[in-house]
């Protein structure tokens, strides 16, 4: 499997865990459920790069004077509060909820004070913050409350699943192809090769339109017609149907109308 698809994997994988929590932490009783909603604009960004993100917390469903956690996830930029001309720094606008304010940073927990009467809201200011390398379907800023004065057996109930900060993190441009396809094939034997157009960090990359074609080092070989990626693609594309008919050693080439080529690792073919 290729590595940029892995790691994709592993950071979607990191992302459901956080959605699984939020689901656990849930289900059942609504009482479970932390009080108010949490929005992040923007909620879609490309990987890799720097964005100053508002997150607009409402009590919605009832007041909450009490202690708000909220999680910045790995692969992000570490929030703080030392300096403000530095990345990832963090600074708390009450509006409506008056004397709400962050008490503290711990690692990646932000830890607010938080005084909100019913219906009114606040922000969180995440500026200069590196959106990670890797992109997910939804990278979840973990959201969770607890009333003052409650014991401290009582746990932070998360928000609901619906009602947490989310920001989807794409591929950003394309800077090359990626090809997977077999390294041994019998003569006259159809197979098959895929080809992703990624970004400079192994993501499939956002908006790619082009076209791709397919050739060989066997002069006879039997290749599919070239294929215009559409939106539906996102980037990726299997092309079927390549028979190689010289046995040796021979080397399938992708190049698409934008400039970009990759040739494959030698390709061992056996007589039929």
């Known amino acids: ?79 703080q509060q030392g300096d403000p001309a530095a990345p990832g720094y963090v600074e708390l606008q009450s509006a ?4 709400t304010r962050i008490s503290g940073i711990a690692g990646r927990r932000i830890v607010i004070a938080t005084h909100c009467p019913r219906r009114h809201l606040f922000r969180l200011l995440y500026h200069r913050a590196d959106a990670p390398q890797i992109s997910a379907d939804g990278y979840v800023f973990l959201t969770q ?14 928000l609901g699943p619906k009602k947490q900060p989310v920001v989807r993190v794409r591929g950003s441009t394309a800077a090359g192809l990626f090809m997977t396809i077999t390294s041994v094939a019998t003569a006259g034997i159809p197979f098959g090769a895929t080809v992703r157009i990624v970004d400079r960090f192994g993501n499939n990359a956002a908006d790619y339109a082009g076209t ?61």
């Open 1 to 79: 499997m290729a590595a940029g698809m892995v790691t994709r994997m592993r950071g979607t994988a990191l992302v459901a865990g956080l959605l699984v929590l939020v689901f656990a932490s849930t289900s059942g009783a609504a009482a479970r459920v932390g009080i108010g909603r949490m929005s992040v604009t923007p909620n879609r960004v490309s990987a890799g790069t720097t964005n100053d993100f508002s997150l607009s917390y409402i009590a919605d469903s009832a007041p909450l004077n009490g202690t708000m956690l909220v999680d910045v996830p790995r692969g992000w930029t570490k929030p």
């Open 96 to 99: 409506g909820c008056v004397g």
């Open 145 to 158: 409350t607890r009333p003052a004065g409650a014991p401290k057996k009582v746990l932070y109930r998360p």
């Open 212 to 272: 791709m074609t397919l050739t060989s080092s066997d002069p006879t070989a039997t290749l599919p017609a070239p294929y215009a990626y559409a939106p539906k693609d996102v980037s990726q594309h299997t092309f079927p149907g390549i028979v190689l008919h010289t046995p040796g050693t021979q080397t399938v080439t992708a190049t698409d109308s934008n400039g970009f080529t990759i040739t494959s690792p030698p390709i061992t073919v056996s007589p039929s």
